[in-house]
């Protein structure tokens, strides 16, 4: 192998990132997945971009992409989750609120992960031991950090856990807005900044992450730069429980499960 998997995986995420950003303005088809749910011109032509340098450097690797779904061999032990444009209503909007996501799973585990900014030409990756941030070809480690106090809270439906748990709810908490700010930006990248110290944490009750192609990535970036990440139950994170909190550090982490909790509660 020429490069190595965490390269492979910046330099797939900036390929997409690059037709992303061609793309912003312009006039773009939608195509209709399910009700409220989209993908435009620019998901499939960055999904493409994406493809084709994975495929060119790992051609035995399997893929799980957002809009082709799985390719490749099919019991193949290293699979490449790809998300081309996360945030796909924001950028139809207009708004430069976007991700492309590029993960490598190696039998269970995310190996290598790169999320890129196409407004900001930055690429957040990792190798699993260590996060980075890469902009204009240097790289910066991330450290998270509370001091924000900003919380980005996913509010995207469906809302799978609505009976016992529902982010709305937890925005409304007297206790969350004493001591957190809410943010929803729409789209993973809020994942990345929490590793970037630019969240203080990030709240999604959404199933089955361990092969969501939106998130993997994203964790993978929390768990290296050392942010503490748990189902929203508190459980390591796919040990059964649903949801995701990634927080900057324990006190943070905490504070926020004992809010969950007590919205559960009341409910």
């Not at 856990?161 to 007297?174: G, I, M, P, Q, S």
Request: proline share 4%.
């Amino acid at each position: 192998m020429s490069i190595t998997d965490h390269a492979l995986a910046v330099e797939a995420a900036q390929a997409g990132a690059a037709v992303v950003r061609s793309r912003y303005g312009s006039a773009l088809t939608r195509i209709m997945k399910t009700a409220g749910d989209f993908a435009t011109a620019a998901d499939v032509e960055a999904e493409q971009a994406i493809l084709d340098v994975l495929r060119a450097a790992r051609p035995d690797d399997a893929v799980v992409a957002e809009e082709s779904g799985h390719t490749g061999t099919g019991d193949s032990e290293r699979t490449w989750l790809v998300d081309p444009l996360c945030g796909t209503l924001n950028f139809a909007a207009r708004t430069m609120l976007a991700s492309v996501n590029v993960a490598l799973r190696n039998g269970p585990d995310v190996v290598v992960g790169a999320s890129a900014d196409p407004f900001a030409d930055e690429v957040f990756w990792t190798d699993s031991i260590a996060a980075y941030v890469r902009r204009a070809g240097t790289d910066e480690r991330l450290v998270p950090s509370a001091e924000s106090t900003l919380v980005d809270v996913n509010l995207d439906p469906p809302f799978p856990n609505k009976n016992v748990f529902l982010a709305a709810r937890l925005l409304a908490d007297e206790s969350f807005i004493e001591q957190f700010r809410p943010r929803v930006v729409s789209t993973t990248l809020a994942v990345a900044w929490v590793a970037a110290g630019r969240r203080a944490a990030y709240v999604t009750d959404r199933h089955h992450l361990r092969h969501d192609v939106h998130f993997a990535a994203g964790i993978a970036l929390c768990q290296a730069a050392g942010c503490v990440v748990t189902g929203l139950d508190g459980q390591p994170l796919h040990a059964g429980g649903d949801g995701l909190v990634a927080a900057a550090d324990e006190r943070t982490h905490s504070a926020l499960l004992t809010l969950i909790r007590r919205t559960r509660r009341r409910y």
